[in-house]
């Protein structure tokens, strides 16, 4: 098989292309032939060491294709269906990733291999955040940042759907277009606005009752100062770098808030909660409630590119690799 790998933490170069033998299926596995794979912010994090890897080590944790073998003791899947997965193990730039069965997902018909490596670790991820960790009801206003991302875009259109007044935000205006077009209320550019300021004019200084934050440092504070007393902040990503050194203080002072730090893993513990969250994502999409659009494709070899794409903000919507 082709594989990216990485034996240095490091800038988008240290990924390499390099030729590997398949290993061997142990019980319980099953082999993946990559149709596309998911590419995520975190998979940055994973190569420049924020989130540090043993090395060497392939990256990504998100692919979509066919099974090509299974391991003693599987039942739930057969070769040649055709599945998604998303957390790993870190090998998914490759033609082919050796997974656990039980972290595999069957396709729908009606979702082809680049959707769901461009829509499953984001779109679980909009399940947990608005549907598990604070149910976001009809009628409610909620702060979105980096609205037009990957797991933005995914997150306007589900806010939407559930009946959500969304205020988004963008680092520029062409991003801003998009989202007003996926039905955002209200898009803020970051780059050229203070949110808070633009969130207690917006809300008539009702502020809002959850911040979703995938931005981390640079927005940290101003988040707070968008939220109601006994908000909630969740700060789900370091986009911009980790938060770091709070003084919990200032949560009184602000109003009571509450903060989390969550994680896709701790929402989809087990076999039964991954399908609930993944038929709930599926029935979504079916719905027509989230639309997913064309993710850029990148070639595999062509992955260092789109690291340093994404990194530069120079992206929008899903990314993927096509091997
Ligand atoms: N905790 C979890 O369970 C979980 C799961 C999945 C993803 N995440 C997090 O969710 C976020 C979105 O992931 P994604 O894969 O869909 O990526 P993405 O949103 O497509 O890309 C990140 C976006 O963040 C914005 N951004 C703001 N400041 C930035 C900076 N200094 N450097 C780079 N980008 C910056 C950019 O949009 P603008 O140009 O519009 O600012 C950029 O396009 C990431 O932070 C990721 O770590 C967390």
């Known amino acids: 098989m082709t594989r990216i790998e990485i034996a240095a933490h490091g800038g988008p170069e240290q990924m390499v292309l390099v030729e590997r033998e398949i290993p061997a299926l142990k019980p319980g596995q099953l082999l993946v032939r990559h149709e596309a794979i998911g590419i995520n912010f975190i998979d940055t994090y994973n190569r420049t060491g924020l989130y540090p890897l043993p090395l060497p080590s392939g990256l990504g944790k998100e692919g979509a294709g066919l099974v090509e073998a299974v391991g003693d003791g599987v039942t739930r899947f057969n070769i040649g269906d055709r599945v998604a997965y998303c957390s790993g193990p870190n090998g998914s730039y490759a033609s082919h990733n050796v997974i656990e069965a039980d972290t ?15 829509s499953m670790l984001k779109g679980l991820t909009v399940q ?33 759907y559930l009946g959500a007044t969304v205020i988004g935000t963008v680092g520029s205006e062409e991003k801003a277009e998009l989202v007003k077009a996926l039905g955002c209320d209200h898009v803020i550019n970051y780059r050229t606005e203070t949110v808070s300021e633009r969130v207690m004019e917006i809300t008539k200084g009702a502020k809002v009752p959850v911040v979703y934050d995938s931005v981390g440092k640079a927005t940290f504070e101003d988040s707070l100062d968008c939220l109601a007393p006994r908000g909630l902040m969740v700060s789900f990503g370091n986009a911009s770098g980790p938060v770091e050194g709070v003084n919990l203080g200032i949560l009184a002072t602000k109003g009571s808030l509450m903060v989390t730090r969550p994680t896709l893993a701790h929402f989809t513990p087990n076999r039964e909660e991954l399908e609930k969250a993944g038929n709930d994502l599926f029935s979504v999409l079916a719905s027509g409630g989230v639309k997913l659009a064309n993710p850029t494709e990148y070639a595999l070899a062509d992955a260092p590119k789109a690291h340093s794409d994404l990194e530069a903000r120079k992206t929008q919507g899903s990314l993927i690799l096509i091997p």
């Open 104 to 118: 595999a997902l069957l396709l729908p018909t009606t979702i082809s291999s680049k959707q769901a490596a461009a």
């Open 128 to 160: 947990y955040l608005i549907r598990q960790l604070h149910p976001v009801k009809a009628g409610e206003t909620v702060l979105f940042h980096a609205a037009a991302g990957g797991v933005g875009q995914i997150a306007v259109q589900w806010l939407k």
